[in-house]
């Protein structure tokens, strides 16, 4: 709490600086009725005050104000002349209220005001003609509050307004009558209500509408889609809602759609015509349903198309002609659904290609990457084959992407072993993030390591950057040697307890010996190299990686025994 002395001070500094703006914060009625010099004001902002009521005529004396707030003040009652004189206001805001009810507050209309905020109020109804006194508003904010009903003619008189927001709330259904008259209305937000039906004729007279968000609500229809005024419409968003069927042609009037999201619905069918007449669209989002099937010819028409998000469905395969005419394509995201195969033609058209998203399928090939087309640039292509099937892959024709992840696959142990000591450029993930903790340093370590397969059994490799380990202990640790260059032995980590189920102990040894022996015979040959050409630089230059296997307990009593 500001004490009122310090608030007071405040006020007097400022007026005599002749500043027009004002902030006011945890005040009471007595500060504001105290504010002096209020023709200078152009600007008040009250918020966090006690003001549950307003008189009539209580701004009568700030009738220079263009800008007024207040908000977090408990308002719940304000007098039916209470905003009188206001006449040179622009923005009003009375968020984050009580205010259950709404009146004209003035008995002249409020005739440049362009910007009403009532959001997070407890408002319950409009009635009929609610906002006539407003006649200049562009801006209308009444979201969250508590609105079910909306009586005809609402909105009348309002026919600048552009941008409605009546999103969280509890409204049913949207009415032929409820936005009539809003010829210029060009973003209309109702999403988060319980709308389960909207009436054809709901956005007839609504021509210049581009945005319309109806997410978060119970739809299971777009018959209202088909409707005139929603011709002109750029983003639709019907995500988390109920829709089951597109039907054919159902999309054939909104001919200027660029961003369609239907995420979150109940659709298990993409029909071929269900989509076409989307001649614009830039960007389609179908993920989280419940697609299993997908006509070769359902994105035929959006030759436009940017951007597809089918992730989190329940394809198994992809109908190889299927983006055959989505030449323009840059981001396809396939992720999360149960995919075996892909042919070598299905990308071959896309010549801009920039992502390719096909992590958490089973894919157990990955040749389809041979097939994309000629012209792409796949110096600019992230590629993501995480969590498939896949045992081998071809690195050779691969390496030149800008990035490929290939973690957490079921790689052939012999074969990724063979390719992980082979130098692999940073742009190629194998690893997948473990968590250890090391007996050494008590600390939790995060490291990576790669998992593999070998006939039967299941195994896992972790690379150690040697380079990122201490090399020196201190104190009363009980756990082994320092570092020795001209002997190397393994950085003293001791049995991580490693929270993972898939890791093999028995086999552990053997692979930890191979690496060993692979890792110091290639240390060895280096040093003897470097020593030779240049003695001096040896020192603090091995940024090997090592691939090794994590059991050193046994391993480093016996060294520390002999
Ligand atoms: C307003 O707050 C001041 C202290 O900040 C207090 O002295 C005064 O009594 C309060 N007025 C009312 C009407 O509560
Ligand atoms: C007013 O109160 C709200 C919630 O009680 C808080 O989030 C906000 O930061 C406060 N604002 C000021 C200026 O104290
Ligand atoms: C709003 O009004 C209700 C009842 O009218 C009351 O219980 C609640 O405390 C009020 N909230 C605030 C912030 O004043
Ligand atoms: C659609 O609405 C959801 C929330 O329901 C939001 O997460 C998503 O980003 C919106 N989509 C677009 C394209 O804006
Ligand atoms: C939509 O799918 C969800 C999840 O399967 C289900 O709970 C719900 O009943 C379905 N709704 C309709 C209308 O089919
Ligand atoms: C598609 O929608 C889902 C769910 O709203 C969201 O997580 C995802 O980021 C969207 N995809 C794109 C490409 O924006
Ligand atoms: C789509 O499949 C049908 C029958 O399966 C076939 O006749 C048609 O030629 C295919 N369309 C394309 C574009 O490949
Ligand atoms: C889209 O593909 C179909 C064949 O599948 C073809 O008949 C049609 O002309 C193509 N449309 C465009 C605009 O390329
Ligand atoms: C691997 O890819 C390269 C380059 O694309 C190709 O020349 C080679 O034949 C491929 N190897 C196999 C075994 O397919
Ligand atoms: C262990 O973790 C603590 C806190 O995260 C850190 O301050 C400390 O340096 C770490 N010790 C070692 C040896 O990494
Ligand atoms: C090996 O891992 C795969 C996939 O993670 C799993 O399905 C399989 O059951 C595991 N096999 C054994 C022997 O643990």
Not at 221 to 249: D, I, W
Not at 470 to 496: A, F, I, M, R
Not at 531 to 545: A, H, I, T, Y
């Amino acid at each position: 709490m500001y004490p009122l002395p310090l608030s007071l001070l405040l006020l007097i500094l400022s007026f005599s600086f002749r500043v027009s703006s004002l902030q006011l914060s945890k005040c009471n009625k007595t500060e504001v009725t105290l504010i002096r010099d209020t023709e200078l004001l152009t600007s008040l902002t009250l918020s966090n005050c006690s003001l549950s009521h307003l008189e009539n005529a209580f701004f009568v004396r700030f009738d220079h104000l263009l800008h007024l707030e207040l908000q977090h003040s408990g308002l719940s009652a304000l007098d039916v002349f209470s905003l009188n004189g206001l006449t040179r206001l622009q923005y009003l805001s009375l968020s984050h209220n009580n205010l259950s009810t709404l009146r004209s507050w003035s008995s002249e209309p409020l005739g440049a005001l362009t910007n009403l905020d009532l959001s997070h109020n407890r408002l319950s109804k409009l009635s009929a003609r609610s906002f006539e006194p407003y006649p200049q508003l562009q801006q209308l904010d009444l979201r969250n509050n508590q609105i079910n009903e909306i009586e005809e003619d609402s909105f009348y008189g309002l026919p600048h307004l552009k941008h409605l927001h009546l999103n969280g709330n509890q409204l049913q259904h949207l009415d032929g009558s409820f936005f009539r008259g809003l010829h210029r209305l060009s973003s209309l937000s109702v999403q988060h209500n319980l709308i389960d039906s909207i009436e054809m004729e709901s956005f007839e007279s609504n021509t210049h509408l581009r945005s319309l968000r109806l997410d978060q609500n119970l739809l299971s229809s777009l018959q209202f889609l088909s409707q005139r005024g929603l011709a002109r419409l750029v983003h639709l968003n019907l995500s988390n809602n109920r829709v089951q069927k597109l039907e054919p042609l159902q999309f054939s009037k909104n001919f200027e759609l660029q961003d369609l999201d239907l995420s979150f619905n109940n659709l298990t069918k993409l029909n071929k015509e269900a989509l076409s007449g989307l001649d614009s669209l830039e960007r389609l989002n179908i993920s989280h349903n419940f697609v299993d099937t997908v006509d070769n010819e359902s994105l035929n028409s959006l030759v436009t198309l940017l951007q597809i998000d089918v992730s989190f469905n329940r394809l198994i395969t992809i109908p190889k002609s299927l983006f055959e005419n989505n030449t323009q394509l840059e981001e396809i995201i396939l992720a999360n659904n149960q995919i075996g195969k892909l042919s070598p033609q299905t990308f071959h058209k896309q010549n801009h290609l920039r992502y390719l998203k096909l992590s958490g399928n089973a894919l157990g090939e990955a040749d389809f990457l041979q097939g994309l087309s000629p012209s792409l640039n796949s110096i600019s292509l992230y590629v993501d084959l995480s969590t498939n099937r896949l045992k081998s892959v071809n690195l050779s024709s691969l390496l030149h992407f800008r990035y490929l992840n290939l973690a957490n696959n079921n790689w052939n142990c012999a074969w990724l072993v063979a390719n992980l000591v082979r130098k692999l450029p940073a742009s190629v993930n194998f690893a997948r993030p473990w968590t250890v903790i090391n007996d050494w340093s008590k600390n939790i370590t995060n490291i990576e390591g790669v998992d593999c397969s070998e006939g039967e059994r299941n195994r896992s490799i972790i690379l150690l950057d040697v380079s990122t380990l201490p090399h020196q202990k201190t104190g009363n640790c009980e756990c082994g040697q320092t570092y020795d260059q001209s002997n190397p032995s393994p950085p003293p980590l001791t049995w991580p307890k490693i929270p993972t189920d898939r890791f093999d102990s028995r086999s552990v040894i053997i692979w930890m010996l191979v690496a060993i022996a692979i890792a110091f015979a290639g240390l060895r040959w280096l040093r003897r190299f470097v020593d030779r050409n240049e003695k001096s630089k040896l020192g603090n230059k091995l940024n090997n990686v090592y691939i090794s296997k994590v059991q050193w307990q046994p391993v480093r009593n016996d060294l520390e025994r002999s």
